[in-house]
């Protein structure tokens, strides 16, 4: 069984920070690539960053420049560093990961984070 568990959400006014953390825990022998999600009311879910097992980074247009993704391996986290907030970046906000299991390590599966609500709003 293996599960993420998102936090750092929260209510921030516009122009303000907030770091994201996502953990991993389980019968996890390796991971993938680790991924932020994020859906606003009535919107569908959209891809917002990306960060390989190699280090490989991509952001959906709207955020490259504002947001930061990062990886800790040793501790099978990801975090999404938000500066700049704006309000059309409300959303929750989900992490995926590949995750490979200690009995089949050479299929991936993925498992999501039940999400963290960030508000930008003044």
């Known amino acids: 069984q293996v599960q993420l568990v998102e936090s750092g959400g929260g209510l921030v006014q516009p122009g303000g920070s907030l770091r994201l953390s996502c953990v991993a825990s389980?019968?996890?022998?390796?991971?993938?690539?680790m991924d932020w999600y994020r859906q606003a009311p009535g919107k569908e879910r959209e891809l917002v960053a990306t960060i390989s097992s190699g280090g490989s980074i991509n952001y959906v247009d709207s955020v490259k420049g504002r947001f930061i993704i990062s990886r800790d391996n040793v501790k099978k986290a990801v975090y999404l560093e938000m500066n700049s907030l704006k309000p059309e970046d409300t959303a929750v906000y989900y992490c995926?990961?590949?995750?490979?299991?200690?009995?089949?390590?050479?299929?991936?599966?993925?498992?999501w984070g039940k999400g963290t609500l960030v508000t930008v709003s003044s």
């Open positions: 995926k990961m590949v995750v490979y299991s200690t009995r089949l390590r050479l299929t991936g599966v993925d498992y």
């Open positions: 389980g019968s996890i022998f390796s991971i993938g690539a």
